[in-house]
């Protein structure tokens, strides 16, 4: 991750360096330059130029360099403070003898270069120059004078005796060159120590100038080998209109010395003239220099600070990360093994141990989820409810069954006081007082059958509750487990009432054959002896006993019949079919009975004799129900619940209908609001339906009467084949 | 070399708020012939006016050398195109104190001229008579050729220490505009 940012540092150090040796470098030729300037000279200014394009380089480097560290400070990144103050603090030590050594530098190298120039030196400089001068002057006027004489010993007044006699002139003087010129400027004869030089050393037109306008002319002229000549112009006196020209060699002696004044003069008077410029040059050099010192130093304390600060600032960087979560972090150690290093790698080992830990934490958190999660499972798979409160008696959590038994989303009111409960339903009331008592009498273990009254009937729970323990003997709550025991104690009832039905009829109907019998048989043999008047009493009488006993003998036949185990012939049957063939029978009945066939060519597995019995105990309790208006309607319909199919016939009468608090117990035996019959109807029509896998209710319609609605499975595979077009009506599950 | 120094110093001059002007050497009656053997022979009068830092140099003893650049390619050439033809001559003008003189030096030819005047030294040194460019037979005589000649005062030929100041002061930057001919031997 950090290998990049390490190569590009290790680059800039790399480039930075090269830099600075470069520059150094050309700061030592530009010296070398200076002190050679013979064979360096023609360097120095490309040298020169290199340097500065180079410390601009460098200074860009720097600035960029100080830039970054700034917008550092700035954005408080972390480390960039102490990298800030060890900068600076770096910088502040490398610039202080290092602007010490420049300023005094400066003033040492002006001083210096000032003391090679005083007053004395220029004015023994020049006194010198002149005593060479006035030397050479004396010199000059000898010259000038001997070639005068020499023009003057030519006594011949034409210009050939002249030119002809420049030979001898040459010779008796020992001149380097003898000329003579026309006033024109023409060459008329030459004589040089040279016999190859053909041509005389040509004066300028000055000089010429000077001489025709009468005055002489002497100075000095370099010669060929550098030994000073003394140039004389003279004009003739004779006016033969002719110039002569000599050039004597000074003596060797007093070039030489005159020579060597003059070199010094030349060197001294030149320095002197570039004293600033001297100065500039070395105080550019030194400024150079200091420049690259700066820089460099700039570079260097601001490199060293951040490479000294990044241990430091990984370990804040790796510090935040921590705090916010990240416990996976690794710091890249630092290549020296110093106690930075070591406090590195002592982070990078805590971090570790940090996810570690966090691993571990995290396993046992997930373990405890799983497990959780599978108690919730077996808990929400349970039937029965369960319940967990806390010491305080609020609802901690409780399963779905619980929900179901109870009826309130009991896992909604998790947190709650278990008081809520009786709050939100009335009926819950009997519970909540049960738990409540308990937990305010101190009871923590028991168990108790709890009996709630709701809309839909009666509901009796079995109810068990405990301590929770999460220690030994340290309780921090309670559980409670109840079950619907409703259906079980409803089927415990019926049982029993099946038994003793069964020995009821058993009970009765044998003694009834010959009551009857003895009835008929007194009837038959004393009514024709008896007088009229006792004959009436009797017919009367043994008639009573007999209807009695009929009555008695279809009682008992309904007891048998509720108390007979079931034995069912089951066939498929349509629907439909039979409904209409039961319906027929009721044609003269004292009420129409409707058919409103909803399930055509629908069949469905069952007894015929013992279903034919429940149509008739259900058209039979419409007809007693009475109602003057309307017909009794029996109708079918299709349905599907849950992926099954089932067929719902009902039976609907105009009569006042059921009573609404007993309407839930309609189906138990006994329970009647009619003031004949046995009370067994709707029983037996319940348990026929029961054994045909079916369900039946009662209710109260809101058009009025009342309605019974049973409900059995219909034959899957029949119904596909043979009715497609039968109206299929998804269960609303209200009846 | 010096060309590379003297462009590269040029162009970091170029980027100064200092208007440079080249007046002080005046190129006059410049001429090229074709001489009887054949050859193409400039002749030249070049005024010099030095100005007030460079003659006080001058009289400081500080030489003065002056180049005077004779250039000449295709009119048509590409510009890597190497010079037909290219002469240097560069000349040092100098003052002796001891005599007053103002002394002329050839640097090609080592010969030495003396003067008493410095007008007279810069006369002789502006003169240039019959100088030889080129023999005619060398050119095609079908293509054009551009001849350019410019003179100018050499800084890098100053003693070091005054370099970096004349590079910097524009009273150094003694030299003529260019003066080109089209030319079809």
Redesign the interface.
């Known amino acids: 991750m950090a290998a990049a940012p390490m190569k590009q540092r290790r680059f800039d150090v790399v480039a930075a360096a090269m830099l600075v040796m470069l520059l150094l470098a050309s700061l030592h030729l530009i010296s070398a330059?200076?002190q050679r300037?013979e064979e360096l000279?023609?360097?120095?200014?490309?040298l020169?130029?290199f340097t500065v394009v180079g410390l601009v380089m460098l200074f860009v480097l720097v600035g960029w360099n100080l830039w970054q560290l700034l917008r550092d400070y700035r954005r408080r990144v972390a480390g960039s403070r102490l990298s800030a103050r060890l900068s600076a603090l770096f910088l502040v030590i490398a610039l202080v003898p290092v602007g010490v050594v420049y300023f005094y530098s400066t003033r040492f190298l002006s001083s210096g270069i000032d003391s090679w120039f005083d007053l004395q030196v220029d004015s023994a400089m020049e006194d010198a120059?002149s005593l060479?001068?006035v030397s050479?002057d004396l010199h000059k006027r000898e010259r000038l004078k001997l070639t005068q004489n020499l023009l003057a010993t030519v006594e011949d007044t034409s210009q050939t005796a002249v030119a002809l006699s420049v030979d001898d002139m040459r010779n008796a003087t020992g001149a380097n060159e003898v000329a003579l010129f026309s006033l024109q400027g023409k060459v008329l004869a030459v004589s040089h120590a040279n016999p190859e030089i053909m041509l005389p050393t040509p004066p300028?037109?000055?000089?010429v100038q000077q001489v025709v306008s009468g005055e002489n002319y002497v100075?000095?002229?370099?010669g060929?080998d550098g030994r000073l000549l003394v140039r004389c112009l003279v004009q003739d006196k004779q006016q033969r209109g002719v110039v002569l020209q000599v050039l004597y060699p000074v003596p060797e002696s007093l070039s030489e010395l005159?020579q060597s004044?003059?070199d010094a003069?030349?060197?001294y008077?030149?320095r002197?003239?570039?004293r600033s410029?001297?100065k500039?040059?070395f105080a550019?050099s030194l400024s150079l220099v200091l420049l690259l010192s700066v820089f460099g130093a700039a570079w260097a304390a601001v490199y060293t600070a951040r490479r000294l600060v990044q241990p430091i600032t990984d370990i804040a960087e790796g510090t935040r990360a921590v705090a916010e979560g990240h416990y996976d972090k690794q710091l890249p150690l630092p290549q020296v093994k110093d106690e930075l290093g070591f406090l590195v790698s002592s982070f990078n080992a805590m971090t570790r141990r940090i996810a570690r830990s966090r691993n571990a934490l995290e396993e046992s958190r997930r373990k405890l989820q799983t497990q959780h999660n599978y108690l919730e499972t077996v808990l929400g798979g349970l039937s029965t409810g369960v319940m967990a409160l806390d010491a305080e008696g609020r609802i901690q959590t409780a399963n779905r069954a619980a929900d179901q038994i109870l009826g309130l989303p009991v896992r909604e009111l998790e947190g709650k006081d278990v008081r809520v409960l009786g709050m939100r339903s009335d009926a819950l009331s009997p519970f909540v007082e049960r738990v409540a008592g308990g937990l305010e009498q101190g009871i923590h273990q028991g168990r108790s059958e709890i009996t709630l009254y709701r809309g839909g009937g009666r509901q009796v729970l079995l109810f068990r509750h405990s301590p929770l323990e999460i220690g030994r003997g340290l309780a921090v709550g309670h559980v409670l487990v109840f079950d619907d025991v409703t259906e079980l104690v409803k089927a415990q009832r019926d049982a029993a009432w099946g038994e003793v039905a069964r020995r009821l009829a058993h009970e009765i109907k044998n003694p009834l054959t010959p009551i009857q019998l003895s009835a008929e048989r007194l009837r038959h043999k004393f009514l024709r002896k008896m007088a009229p008047e006792d004959g009436k009493v009797l017919d009367r009488a043994t008639h009573t006993i007999v209807q009695q006993v009929e009555a008695m003998k279809s009682m008992v036949n309904d007891f048998s019949d509720y108390a007979k185990p079931s034995k069912l012939q089951l066939e498929p049957l349509p629907v439909d079919a039979f409904l209409s063939e039961v319906i027929a029978l009721y044609e003269g009945a004292a009420q129409q009975v409707v058919m409103q066939a909803g399930a055509p060519g629908l069949t469905i597995e069952a007894d015929p004799v013992r279903l034919r019995q429940v149509m008739h105990n259900l058209l039979k309790n419409a007809l007693e129900a009475g109602g003057a208006d309307g017909p009794i309607v029996v109708s079918s319909r299709v349905g599907e619940e849950e992926g099954n199919d089932f067929v719902e016939i009902a039976v609907s009468d105009n009569g006042p209908g059921f009573d609404p608090e007993l309407i839930t117990q309609a189906f138990e035996p006994y329970v009647t609001n009619k003031t004949k019959g046995t009370g067994l109807g709707l029983a037996i029509v319940k348990r026929i339906v029961a054994e045909h896998g079916g369900v039946v209710h009662a209710e109260n319609p809101v058009e009025g009467g009342g309605r019974v609605v049973l409900r059995l499975p219909a034959m899957a595979q029949v119904l596909v084949r043979t009715a497609p077009e039968a109206p299929r009506l998804a269960d609303k599950g209200g009846h | 070399?010096?060309r590379?120094?003297r462009t590269?110093?040029g162009l970091?001059l170029f980027c100064l708020p200092v208007v440079l002007q080249a007046e002080e050497v005046n190129l006059r009656n410049v001429s090229l012939t074709l001489s009887e053997d054949g050859r193409i022979l400039l002749d030249a009068d070049i005024g010099f006016d030095l100005n007030d830092t460079v003659a006080?140099?001058l009289e400081?003893?500080?030489p003065l050398t002056f180049e005077t650049h004779v250039q000449m390619r295709r009119a048509d050439a590409w510009i890597w195109e190497s010079d037909v033809v290219e002469h240097r001559l560069r000349t040092v003008l100098l003052h002796?104190?001891?005599?007053g003189?103002y002394?002329l030096r050839n640097l090609s030819g080592s010969e030495?001229l003396?003067?008493?005047?410095r007008d007279?030294a810069l006369r002789?040194l502006g003169n240039i008579v019959a100088m030889p460019v080129i023999e005619r037979s060398r050119l095609n005589l079908d293509e054009d050729y551009l001849v350019r000649i410019e003179v100018h005062l050499d800084i890098?030929s100053l003693?070091?220490?005054?370099?970096?100041?004349a590079?910097l002061q524009r009273d150094w930057w003694i030299s003529s505009e260019p003066w080109e001919w089209r030319l079809r031997p």
């Not at chain 1, 100075?219 to 370099?222: E, L, W």
């Not at chain 2, 003396?114 to 005047?117: N, Q, R, Y």
């Not at chain 2, 003693?159 to 100041?165: A, D, F, Q, T």
């Open positions: 330059a200076v300037s000279g023609q360097w120095f200014i490309p020169l130029l120059l060479s001068k050479l300028d037109s000055g000089m100075g000095i002229a370099p060929q005159i004044v003059q003069y030349e060197v008077r030149t002197a003239y570039m410029q001297i500039f040059s550019l | 070399m010096k590379i120094t590269i110093a970091i006080e140099a400081n003893g500080v002796r104190p001891l005599s003189m002394e030495h003396s003067f008493a005047t007279a002789t890098e003693p070091l220490p005054m370099r970096p100041l590079y």
